[in-house]
């Protein structure tokens, strides 16, 4: 996809990614020190041995103070690795960028403004936040090493796209089934009712009362409420595939914190995205120094003295010799051609080399 994205495009795809989740994830990497830090190393020879443009996305001050049932607040903007995995990441030269709420919403923001293309995250709440292009998933092909295939899930939301429900759609989805603000959802409301209730257009009709900021907004939120019950009592629209009178709607359904952090989430303004587009302008595609990346290895991940020198030789090298043939030859002149440069020597045609691989999906 990012090949096809270069030649299409002539420029690298933009990814926003969202940090919060990595760092998260890693925490249960085991051996060695700082394997938290060793794995995002080895994630980002990954990204830098493909034609993309990352940018990473940390959670922000306002971002909620608590999610998946557990308080996020306390101190978790103050880890000694949230500051060491932003200067690994600028020693490989990527940008990075701090939301004013919760990362995942500022990606999604980040998408929707075309500052980036894509967001890559690690579960649905980018679509809730109105990504349009969500990739999941980030994987290996072969599971180790960096010359793998990555292979990734891909997620669109419109008229030519695979999810089912809008965004308001799934936001209503999570509420009533279980999301990571509201894990226990609507009693008796599982996935398959909960997509019913969605598809039959409740979730736009919630979200534009939210957005009505009206004088009446409790009254007609209740009035929203009664309609939903009377419908799962009696069917009479015919939205359900059969009646459901067992299922009661809470008289304070929706939580109103918890539907704004789906529907109207901290992110930034009109004016702070300017800024950061034009900071962008030249913040990919820059002069890798290996020194850097060598010092903090020695340094973070203890691969110190010639082996650790050989170590990261190994690992970065192939990356590196990607990245550097991909800047030095005209982004112009990949548009409408092929991949590989003219030129005769052998080794460099398989640089270039493209492949269909069933670890991928049969896609290149």
């Known amino acids: 996809m990012a090949g096809s994205h270069l030649e299409q495009t002539a420029r690298p795809i933009r990814i926003a990614v969202d940090i919060s989740i990595w760092l998260f994830q ?9 394997p938290e830090l060793r794995t995002l190393y080895f994630r980002l020879l990954k990204l830098l041995a493909l034609p993309v ?38 020693r490989f030269r990527f940008p990075w960028h701090e939301a004013p709420g919760e990362a995942e919403a500022e990606c999604a923001r980040l998408q929707q403004a075309g500052i980036v293309d ?24 072969s599971g180790t090493g960096t010359s793998g295939a990555t292979h990734v899930t891909c ?29 226990s959802g609507v009693k008796g409301c599982g996935p398959g009712l909960s997509a019913e209730i969605a598809k039959a257009q409740f979730g736009e009709d919630l979200l534009e009362i939210l957005a ?29 595939a059969t009646k459901h009178p067992s299922i009661q709607i809470p008289e304070d359904f929706p939580d109103r914190t918890i539907l704004d952090y789906y529907a109207e989430p901290k992110v ?17 595609d820059r002069e890798i120094d290996p020194l850097a990346i060598r010092s903090f290895a020695a340094d973070n991940l203890d691969w110190k003295y010639r ?29 409408g051609s092929s991949l590989a440069p003219d030129c005769d020597v052998p080794w460099l045609q398989k640089v270039y080399k493209s492949r269909v691989s069933f670890g991928t999906d049969g896609m290149i």
């Open 307 to 335: 082996s650790g020198a050989r170590k990261v030789i190994k690992n970065l090298a192939e990356p590196l010799v990607s990245y550097r043939l991909r800047r030095q030859r005209p982004v112009s002149a990949i548009s």
């Open 53 to 90: 443009h990352p940018l990473f996305v940390y959670d922000g001050r306002h971002k909620p103070p608590f999610k998946r049932g557990k308080d996020v607040s306390r101190n978790s903007g103050n880890l000694p690795n949230i500051q060491r995995s932003r200067d690994l990441i600028e």
């Open 268 to 284: 930034s303004t009109k004016e702070e995205m300017a800024a950061l587009r034009n900071r962008l302008k030249h913040a990919w």
């Open 118 to 141: 894509a967001v890559i995250s690690n579960d649905v709440d980018a679509l809730m936040f109105g990504s349009t292009f969500t990739m999941m998933n980030f994987s290996n092909e």
């Open 26 to 34: 890693v925490q249960a990497s085991r051996g060695g020190k700082n």
């Open 212 to 240: 009505s900021h009206a004088p009446t907004l409790d009254s007609d939120l209740r009035d929203w409420r009664e309609r939903l019950q009377y419908e799962l009592e009696i069917n009479e629209s015919g939205y359900f």
């Open 155 to 183: 997620y669109r939301v419109g008229d030519k796209g695979n999810v089912p429900l809008s965004r308001a759609g799934m936001i209503l989805f999570a509420m009533l089934s279980g999301g990571d603000y509201i894990p």
